[in-house]
C-alpha cells in the first residue's frame, strides 16, 4: 500500500524532482510502521545516486503528501536508498552469456529419421 502511494506522490506531487526513468524496487516497513526503507534503481547508477539525493533532501514534503494519501495512524518516516541489484543481475547474466556455450537451434536435422 504504501509502495503504491508513493508512486503516485512521486508521479502527482513531486514535480520539481527530475525521476528520470527511476522506480521503486521495493519498500520495507518497519513492524511498528514507523520507517519505511523505499530502494530505487535506475539505468544508470548515477541516475539513480542523484535520484536518491534529491528524494533524501524531499523526503519532508513527500511524507507529507504520503500522508495525505493513506489513511494509517502514523505515516513512516521515509529513508530512500539506491538499490543495486537489477545492476548487479545484469552483470551476471552478461558473464554467463559469456561462459556458457552457445544452445544449438532444435530441429536442426540430425535426428529426423527416427520415426523410420
Known amino acids: ?42 539505468l544508470t547508477e548515477e541516475e539513480a545516486k542523484a535520484t536518491v539525493k534529491a528524494l533524501q533532501n524531499a523526503r519532508g514534503r513527500i511524507r507529507h503528501a504520503l500522508g495525505q494519501r493513506i489513511h494509517l495512524r502514523f505515516t513512516p518516516d521515509l529513508e530512500f536508498k539506491y538499490d543495486d541489484t537489477p545492476i548487479r543481475a545484469g552483470r551476471i547474466e552478461d558473464l554467463l552469456q559469456k561462459v556458457m556455450p552457445k544452445a544449438e537451434p532444435e530441429g536442426d536435422g540430425e535426428n529426423e529419421d527416427e520415426d523410420e
Open 1 to 42: 500500500m504504501i509502495r503504491n502511494a508513493l508512486v503516485e506522490v512521486l508521479r502527482h506531487d513531486v514535480k520539481d524532482i527530475s525521476l528520470g526513468l527511476t522506480s521503486i524496487t521495493e519498500v520495507e516497513v518497519s513492524p511498528d510502521l514507523h520507517l519505511a526503507r523505499v530502494f530505487l534503481s535506475s
